[in-house]
């Protein structure tokens, strides 16, 4: 069994130990200390960083109350070393895990659910609950959440007797045997967990909600806490610069410029489908003749626009309409449409000859095909 330095002292960060084994495995080396201020990787939480010796720790996991740490080197069994965690990381691990704490417990009071799971890593961070309620519920509970966290309330750890803990009512994702640590938000919340926390909810700053969705039978709540939580707001602040330097609106104002941005490119949208219509219908004009079938060579950027070309020669030949869009260098998409002639029979000729993808009915065919525009014509 390993002894938790970070059970008593959550801000601690140096420290000497002895090394009881180290064993070399897959990707590196697997050592165990007689103790450690290394969080391992717990209850949906990412571990502690930092280093021993020097050498950085990759993982640390626990298992029968043994932490081993993975590092890359190895460390000889019976000496002594000095560990060191990345005491920044850890703090914001134990802001993000405190609001956990207040927030569940908010949960809990006002509609009876429980967090049945929960995810802690450096880049996100998710709360389940096994019941519904709505993101304007949610919301309250942040504020109100904030309102704890501002007052200042005492966070404390301790292991109560079997005799207290039988009389105590707490929260707890599991059911535990041994010794249980339980963990009391002053006027807030109390709760079975074994994790660093703040000593008191002002560290935690400020609690955010980012984002919230059903899952499951209940709700998944994504939010950020501390320094996360600033860091995230000036992520999304510089990007809202960037918006509005990229579409020339003031700050304050980049929304209604996103509006009119997306407004204006609806209606060049609807320009640009007018303007190629109008193209097609002049250019189906000026090419009329005399003959039961009309072929229209429309360039490569139209090939949205293929069936309204197809529309359009049907009012002015009977027999057969043709729409080849491209050209000569990269190929051309067709189609082709006949009430009267067999267009299965016209595309099994192209296929002996040309290189063509493609295939239909006798009365409608369609594909690529790579060639220049006057061996295609030919076949029409
Ligand atoms: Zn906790």
Redesign the pocket.
């Known amino acids: 069994m390993t002894e938790k330095l970070y059970d008593k002292d959550a801000y601690g960060s140096e420290f000497n130990a002895t090394v009881l084994s180290c064993e070399e495995v897959k990707k590196g080396f697997k050592v165990v200390l007689d103790k450690t201020f290394f969080f391992p990787e717990e209850g949906g939480q990412t571990p502690d960083q930092g280093t021993l010796n020097g050498i950085a720790v990759t993982h640390v996991a626990i298992k029968d109350d043994v932490i081993t740490h993975y590092l890359e080197s190895p460390l000889e069994a019976g000496t002594n070393v000095t560990g060191k965690i990345d005491f920044t990381h850890r703090f914001r691990n134990m802001q993000m ?1 405190s609001a956990e ?1 207040i927030f569940s417990g908010l949960v809990f009071k006002h509609f009876g659910f429980n967090n049945v799971g929960f995810h802690l890593s450096d880049n996100s961070a998710t709360m389940d609950y096994d019941g519904k309620f709505t993101y304007e519920e949610a919301l309250k509970l942040e504020k109100e959440a904030n309102e704890i966290i501002i007052k200042g309330k005492s966070i404390t750890a301790e292991y109560p007797s079997a005799e207290e803990l039988a009389k105590l009512t707490y929260r707890s994702k599991k059911e535990l045997s041994g010794p249980v640590r339980i ?1 009391t938000v002053e006027d807030t919340d109390v ?1 079975a ?1 074994c ?1 660093p ?1 703040v000593h008191n909810t002002s560290e935690i700053g400020i609690f955010k909600i980012v984002s919230f969705e059903n899952y499951k039978s209940g709700v998944r709540v994504n939010y950020l806490a501390g320094f996360r939580a600033l860091e995230d707001y000036e992520k999304r602040l510089s990007d809202l610069r960037e918006i509005s330097r990229t579409i020339s609106a003031k700050a304050g104002e980049e929304l209604n410029g996103v509006i009119k941005l997306n407004d204006d490119l609806n209606a060049c949208k609807f320009k640009d489908v007018e303007l190629r219509n109008r193209y097609i219908d002049l250019k189906i004009q000026s090419e009329l003749k005399e003959s039961g079938t009309g072929i229209c060579v429309l360039p490569e950027d139209f090939s949205s626009c293929i069936k309204y070309a197809s529309e359009t020669l049907k009012k002015h030949y009977k027999d057969m309409t043709v729409v080849l869009c491209g050209n000569d260098d990269t190929g051309y998409r067709f189609y082709a449409e006949s009430d009267s002639i067999n267009l299965a029979e016209i595309l099994s000729d192209m296929k002996k000859s040309l290189e063509i993808k493609g295939g239909g009915k006798p009365s409608a065919i369609q594909g690529t095909i790579s060639a220049k525009i006057a061996e295609i014509v030919g076949f029409f």
């Open positions: 895990h704490h963990v709760c967990c994790a926390h």
